[in-house]
């Protein structure tokens, strides 16, 4: 991703082994401007390259089943949130 796409506040996902992901919102992108500083659960800060951020979470892992899993996970997120908000 580029450095001109990156938005300061909006939630961004990286890759955490071959089929995870973490999820993080974007804090501070660094000086050299090849590194940004993620907020993750519980406000645990980390560091990560912007080469890795994706701003869907199924672009994040690697293999067409883990792919499918998590779009899945997602629909069902949303499906939860929309009931709760009713």
């Known amino acids: 991703m580029k450095v001109e ?4 506040g ?3 996902y990286i ?8 999820k993080g919102v974007l804090i501070r992108i660094l000086d050299d401007k ?8 519980g406000e645990k800060l980390f560091y990560c ?3 890795k951020l994706h701003t869907v979470p199924y ?6 089943k883990a792919r499918e899993r998590v779009k899945k996970q997602t629909k069902e997120m ?5 009931t709760n908000q009713r």
């Open 78 to 82: 949303e499906k939860k949130k929309q």
């Open 15 to 22: 890759p955490h082994g071959t089929w995870n992901y973490k």
């Open 5 to 8: 796409k990156l938005v300061i």
């Open 10 to 12: 909006k939630t961004y």
């Open 49 to 51: 390259s912007i080469n």
């Open 34 to 41: 090849k590194k940004v500083l993620l907020e993750g659960k």
């Open 59 to 64: 672009k994040a892992v690697a293999g067409y």
